[in-house]
């Protein structure tokens, strides 16, 4: 045994004492071996050390059943009580005050009583005072037991749900101030927090105990074996204080101009005066929030051995964005304690990291209590994700076998970020070793980005060259963009009138400018010239000659209507009008427009506003037609090069086929989207693209003891959907938009549920999911912001990135992106406003122009839908059972109902399910449906979350549910198509189902 740095002691090897070689550390002048100058650390106990004239009692105090040593374990049994404490094996004092306890376990057996099996005491006496968890048949309990009022009163203070079983377990309790929280196999278990201290003087309190409950009214016996005893005390101490150089000096300057301002410039021109300016930065390091962010910041770019101890104890802090670069900082310090301060960063625990912190919160893990998913303190030796990330990267650039051998360790991890920083830390190590585990990653790995990356982890390895696409950016003459002071903070330019105060309008600016040619330097022009009005989405002709954009001219009472304009600033003139908002505008290969609108006259049912959809009108603002007919909002139309439509849409999924939550959970399926769909140029062939249930990315980061992190997916109940923005194809077909992880590509030739690759995946969750319209997270950003991208040749996007050391509103600058190698040049940045939505002014190829498969002037007012087989799913349920299908509709809210009424569906109609799960119904055109699978009784098996729609005369068929976009189904025609269409129409008297906002589909009544 030994005393171990890690995190939190000394190397320091002990000699026997009294026969037993052990760790132990100095609290307040007591400790298990009684040495002078030792601080504090931790006491661990493997029981291998014991036997012939080293008893296990030198060490621990038997206080009740019956214990012996097997096999390097501690066995204990029948540990007989019947209140909630327990008796057993307890070591330690009144001086182990605040600490982490860990241990492993393992069942043997149990009694026969519910409540026997492993109990563990914390904070505990010898005669029965303190804190204990106890493993129960089916959960676990904390209880107080408090010495003086009675040891036979239990008071229940929480509980977990468990399982018994016969499995090793690893169980983790941190007591610190007047917080008890407990993990098991690294998932949060749970936690409670004390009215009074944990440590009480009427309660003793102090030791731990291990114990193996069994009642005396008991039958059978209660065996258990513990291992890996461990507790660690308080933390190490934070290193000297850093004494500054006495003098004037250009450093001093410097560092004091960094203080007042926090100018990102001042902090590089600092790092670059080198060892002179060692002092301050370390000083700088000390100090919270930006200031020292910047100074870790720096010196990753501009490294300074000197300041290597104050960047260490910057690893463990809340600040994650400190800790993040200080660890990309210590990753360019190739010294050995620099490596094994990053080593110490990937935790045992596969789950054991903290992602968010909330103020004065501080850090934040999850607890699943009773359905719900609360947030909780997490116990301050899990490090921060993002850092432990940062860390797998940095050890990257220590070519040795420690490094090694930690990054092997880390491909095993349930975190995908971790897995991604590790393979491409394997890779530029080149590290040959990790060649078999690599390519068992880039097969099988469940998310693509750590397949890519193993991909090309083993290109570097093997010395075969990295195809790359990132020639120098070709500049366009000029470009077109908005300038605004109020471009909202959330990175993900959700497109929308949503109310909450952080998401303005339509993301719109005051007025359209064009650069030319688009460097700093280059002469700016405006085009609108408005004193109160605000414009949107500029759109360049592909002759390169024309302009079409979004504008109202008067903010305070006019909408947005769709406005022409010539290139060199001529001829203005308006194309659409009405009581209603007109954006997002788009030419199409044959002159038509495209541009989405709220004209329809009804609202989505889940935020009270105005719903937008997708519409044609001619060149000239005539012909206007509707196009898609989603319930919610469709918007950021965008012509493919093969001549369809990609869009983006959001969706408010309610359930997932079950009537309402299932027991034991909260909201049931319950989530928002926003999708990528595609349609012909006239609205047929509507289709997913890219969303729908996505699971990989679009999943919290944090660890959840309910999450399968390894794959990326967590239960139903809690998932957190897709939500993309503002698309826009490459050259190669990828498609860059925006997403909760910032720029993100999506490679179409992929399926749908495993296609996208985060430019920046470590600012996952800073501003995603449904938080990302109102929680950004910036003070935990270290990569900043990006919107509005536009690509132009190879690699290269012209975008919009407000940096992370100034996120406010006009902070945002155009830049040349690379989104392979991440590196940036700046275009144009007016410090006083943000610029966005930025468009090259030159001519580029038209799009195919796909010729329509309907009528011309179709006359039906219907269309018909044929599924090949409802068996084709990834859903669990009873095949056997189904026998019908149900068509329901989708049915509007008008424009006076209140936020949150749900959807009201019509039941259209009933159509049989033939045996190889075929069915074709006729149902009215333009209109949103969706279906619902029945048994023989009419009992609901599956209810499809998805809307869909046809256009008149229009005939969609289907594969199946969640068919893959690449595949084709067998040439087997359906039987239903031997039959004619059942009918699935608007009839006087139909069935209607009221909508309600967590169980939406379970009631009916008549119209």
Known sequence: ???????????????????????????????????????????????????????????????????????????????GTDFYYATGLFCGGTDWKEKIFSVRFKIESRGSDWRDGPWFGVNCGKDGD????????????????????????????????????QQWHTLRIETRGNQITASLDGRPLLSFKDNAALNLPSMRSGGILLAARKSSISSGKTVVRFDDVQVQFATAPAPATVSLPAGETEERRLFDELTRTLDPAKALALARRGEAAAPFLAKGLEKPGRLASL??????????????????????????????????????????????????LLPDERLGFWELSSGSRGRLTDLFVRGKRQSVPAPDWMPNLRVAYAAMEALGNFKDETAAATLLRALDNDQYLIRYG????????????????????????????VRRAADQALCQIQGIPQPTNSASPQLPPAIVFVKTKNWPKPNLGFR?????????????????????????????????????????????????????????????????HLFEIEADGSNLRQLTSGNCNDVDPHYLPD???????????????????????????NSDGTGIEQITFNPNQDYDPLPLRDGRILYTSYRFYAQDGSEGPLRGEYMGLARIETVLRVCQPDGTADRLFYGSMRGSFYCPLRPMPFSDQFAGWHRRGYHVGVVISQPREMEDGRIVCISPAGLTLVEPDLTPVDCEAPVFPEVMNLSGGEEVYIHVYDEMNPVGRYTSPYPLNGDWILVSHAPWTDLGGDRYGLYLFNVTTREKKLVYDDPQYSEVMAVPVLPHPPAQTLQTTRPAKPKASTGFVYCNSVFNSDLPYDRSAVKYVRVIEGMQMGLSVAANAAFRTRVLGTAPVHPDGSFYVEVPADTPFRFQLLDAEGRMLVHETEFNYVRPGETKGCIGCHEPSRKTAFNLRPQAMNHPAVPALRKPGDLIYFGRDSRPYNLIFRE
Not at 315 to 342: F, H, I, K, S, W
């Open 1 to 79: 045994m030994q005393i171990k740095q890690r995190m939190f002691g000394l190397i320091l090897e002990m000699p026997s004492v009294n026969g037993w070689r052990a760790v132990c550390l100095l609290i307040a002048g007591w400790a298990c071996v009684a040495l002078t100058g030792v601080p504090a650390g931790q006491f661990t106990d493997d029981f291998s050390t014991y036997g012939p004239g080293r008893p296990l009692t030198n060490v621990w105090t038997i206080t009740g059943g019956q214990w012996h040593l097997e096999q390097g374990t501690v066995v204990g049994e029948n540990c």
């Open 130 to 165: 303190g804190y204990y968890l106890d493993f129960l048949d089916r959960e676990c309990q904390l209880h107080k037991v408090e010495f003086g009022v009675g040891t036979s009163e239990a008071n229940l203070l929480a509980r977990a749900p468990w399982t018994a079983d």
């Open 295 to 344: 100074c870790a910041w720096a010196l990753w770019q501009h490294p300074l051995p000197a300041t290597a101890p104050s960047l260490r104890a910057c690893l463990n802090r809340v600040d994650q964005v400190t800790g993040y670069y200080a660890a990309l900082a210590l990753g360019r310090m190739p010294a050995p304690e620099n490596r094994d301060a990053l080593v110490a």
């Open 422 to 449: 590790a393979v491409r830390a394997l890779g530029r190590m080149q590290w040959t070793a990790a060649q078999p585990v690599l390519q068992k990653l880039a097969a099988n790995d469940p998310v693509f980005i």
């Open 496 to 560: 929308d009138s949503y109310f909450f105060p952080k998401t303005p309008r339509f993301h719109s600016g005051e007025n359209l400018y064009m650069l030319s040619p688009p460097r700093p330097d280059g002469v700016l022009r405006n085009l609108t010239g408005l004193s109160n009005g605000e414009v949107q989405g500029p759109e360049v002709s592909q002759d390169g000659k024309k302009i079409i954009f979004a504008m109202r001219k008067n903010a305070a009472v006019d909408g947005f």
């Open 591 to 617: 002159g038509r427009i495209v541009f989405c609108s709220d004209r329809a006259g009804y609202q989505e049912y889940y935020h009270q506003e105005r719903s937008r959809v997708l519409y044609l009108m």
